[in-house]
Structures are given as structure tokens and as C-alpha cells.
């Protein structure tokens, strides 16, 4: 699925190249300084693992792509851009447990 590398970091041009593949995509918005943000990164790799074929992920590094961030609307990490028919959709803030985003990711791309 999607021509980015799952779980890559994206600079811009990576960026708009994931919005304009219409793949569906959850974009992780996250920072080395945030704490919050590796806990989370490990709960959404599993989630990511159980729906393999449902979504493809990549991911922000707020201090290194801050312009992409500020484009995206994200004020706070971790966040979550979520994509779908190659526009960003939806938007989840701060660390959340497994299954609130397991039920999140799943409601959303199996519409």
C-alpha cells in the first residue's frame, strides 16, 4: 500500500506526495522532546499492526518540519492527522490508549 515507506518521516515534498496519493494514511505528529510521544508511537504501532491493510502510517518530526505542523493545524503532540480520499480529514489530539484508537482508526477508514 502507498508509495511513502511505511512509518517514514516526511519532509514536505514526502508530505504532499502522501495527500495526493488518495491512499488512506494516518500521519503521526510527534517531537523528541515529548515524552508522551514514544508511549503513544509503540500503542499505535501495535494498532497499525492489527489493521495491516486498512491505512498506511508516516510521521512528522514537529521540531524538524514546524512549517508542516503549522499547515496541518497541529498546535500540540502527539497528534494525529488522519487521511482519507487525499485530504486530511480528521484530527485526534494527545496520547491516547489503545482502545480508543483502535475504535477511532477503525470507525474511521472502514467507512
Known amino acids: 500500500m502507498g508509495t511513502v515507506e511505511q512509518w517514514a ?28 510521544c514514544s508511549s503513544f508511537e509503540s500503542i499505535l504501532r501495535e494498532v497499525a499492526e492489527e489493521f495491516g491493510d486498512l491505512f498506511n502510517v508516516a510521521r512528522v518530526n514537529v521540531g524538524v518540519e514546524e512549517a508542516l505542523a503549522i499547515r496541518c493545524g497541529i498546535a500540540s503532540v502527539p497528534a494525529l492527522g488522519l487521511v482519507r480520499d487525499g485530504e486530511l480529514a480528521r484530527r485526534v489530539f494527545g496520547a491516547r490508549g489503545r482502545r480508543f484508537l483502535r475504535d477511532e482508526l477503525q470507525a474511521f477508514f472502514s467507512v
Open 9 to 36: 518521516d516526511l519532509s514536505t515534498d514526502k508530505f504532499d506526495e502522501v495527500i495526493g496519493s488518495r491512499e488512506p494514511y494516518v500521519i503521526e505528529f510527534w517531537a523528541e522532546w515529548c515524552a508522551p
